[in-house]
């Protein structure tokens, strides 16, 4: 263990929304460095889901965000020989970081032409609570619910 927790960077917020939860997505899409790459395919699908639904597309993708978020999530633990899940709460920083990257995740398994249109479908599905990454979050919940019994073993 350190003695000194490490400093927090600081995330700038991005130029269209002025979000620095948007430039976390973008950071989460870009791959090899190609940020501005990242930024543009975001603001395309925000586009894509704003003319689709006829929303705003940053409350949209909001929404989506939080209902793809986990509150809790299961780890092993070593217990006597026997290896339990057990349920632990999440702290906010990783929940979003596990939301945004499951978002990410399965927005690129799908089968669409663009990636920017795979993100927006992807968004739209989990505004409406289904797709890929929702299935995941109750995946994750389902999980914690079948160990609960083992939550006494938390540390």
């Known amino acids: ?66 209902n793809v978020t986990p509150s809790v999530e299961v780890k092993s633990q070593r217990i006597g020989g026997a290896t339990f899940q057990i349920p632990t709460e999440i702290r906010p920083g990783r929940k979003e970081s596990i939301g945004m990257k499951n978002l990410i995740g399965f927005a690129r398994k799908r089968h669409e032409q663009t990636f920017s249109l795979k993100l927006a479908n992807e968004i739209m599905s989990a505004y409406k609570e289904e797709g890929g990454a929702f299935k995941r979050k109750e995946e994750i919940h389902r999980m914690a619910d079948a160990n609960k019994a083992f939550a006494h073993y938390r540390s």
């Open 1 to 66: 263990m350190r003695k000194a927790k490490p400093k927090k960077r600081i995330i700038l917020q991005d130029p269209v929304y002025g979000s620095p939860k948007v430039t976390k997505f973008v950071n989460n899409i870009m791959l090899c460095g190609k940020k501005n790459l990242a930024f543009r395919l975001f603001y395309d699908a925000i586009d894509i889901v704003s003319e689709k639904t006829g929303e705003k597309g940053l409350e949209v993708w909001e929404k989506a965000l939080t």
